[in-house]
Nanobody
Framework: QVQLVESGGGQVQPGGSLRLSCTAS????????LGWFRQVPGKMREAVSC????????YYTDSVKGRFAISGDNDKNTVYLEMNGLKPEDTAVYYC????????????????WGQGTQVTVSS
């Protein structure tokens, strides 16, 4: 079992910034990536960003490239997502998750994710 605890999120105006944090504990594999997917009611889940801890690669969905930055602390099993230049279309529930695959061009989450944190971008 893997437990994921998220923090951060909230409501900001367009152009604002937020920082998400996520700490993993339990039986997490060194091969698992860590990152976030997001979900909007009525829409499919979307992988936002992840970090492959053993390969050092990072994935970003096209719509957040240049605005979001992911970083990690392997000793603490923690990842951070700096979100800048937020847009209304970034509004969603963001879930920290383990990632089975985290490459430069694609990614897919695994079997574990946190409780989710709401990010709302509106004026």
């Amino acid at each position: 079992q893997v437990q994921l605890v998220e923090s951060g999120g909230g409501q900001v105006q367009p152009g604002g910034s937020l920082r998400l944090s996520c700490t993993a504990s339990g039986s997490i594999s060194e091969k698992d990536g860590l990152g976030w997917f997001r979900q909007v009611p009525g829409k499919m889940r979307e992988a936002v960003s992840c970090l492959s801890r053993h390969q050092g690669t990072a994935y970003y969905t096209d719509s957040v490239k240049g605005r979001f930055a992911i970083s990690g602390d392997n000793d603490k099993n923690t990842v951070y997502l700096e979100m800048n230049g937020l847009k209304p279309e970034d509004t969603a529930v963001y879930y920290c998750a383990t990632f089975l695959w985290c490459g430069i061009t694609n990614a897919h989450w695994g079997d574990y994710w946190g409780q989710g944190t709401q990010v709302t971008v509106s004026s």
